[in-house]
């Protein structure tokens, strides 16, 4: 088992930034590629960003390319999301997930989310 839990959320002025973190414990935090999603409400969950084990891979779709950057420090087990340049719709629940694969189908593990809401 994996246990994640998500911090850094919060209120926001559009413009401007936030980094969430995703603390892991149970498992070899290096063994697992890590990714980062979002839900609002009423809409789907939407994949945000994804890393590989060792933090040389990642992946973003064009909703946040250059605005947010995911990152990982497998000593402290925790990994990153950088949020700049902030929008209203980057408001959310933002959810990070953990596989033993990069860019699975599906995720094995997922924390608990952490809101972020970002004022116009």
């Known amino acids: 088992q994996v246990q994640l839990v998500e911090s850094g959320g919060g209120l926001v002025q559009a413009g401007g930034s936030l980094r969430l973190s995703c603390a892991a414990s149970?498992?070899?935090?290096?063994?697992?590629?890590m990714g980062w999603f979002r839900q609002a409400p009423g809409k789907e969950r939407e994949f945000v960003a994804a890393?590989?084990?060792?933090?040389?891979?990642?992946a973003y779709p064009d909703s946040v390319k250059g605005r947010f950057t995911v990152s990982r420090d497998n000593a402290k087990n925790t990994v990153y999301l950088r949020m700049n340049s902030l929008k209203p719709e980057d408001t959310a629940v933002y959810y990070c997930?953990?596989?033993?694969?990069?860019?699975?189908?599906?995720?094995?593990?997922w924390g608990q989310g952490t809101q972020v809401t970002v004022s116009s």
């Open positions: 149970g498992r070899t935090f290096s063994n697992y590629a």
């Open positions: 997930a953990a596989s033993t694969t990069y860019l699975p189908r599906e995720y094995d593990y």
């Open positions: 890393i590989n084990w060792s933090g040389r891979s990642t």
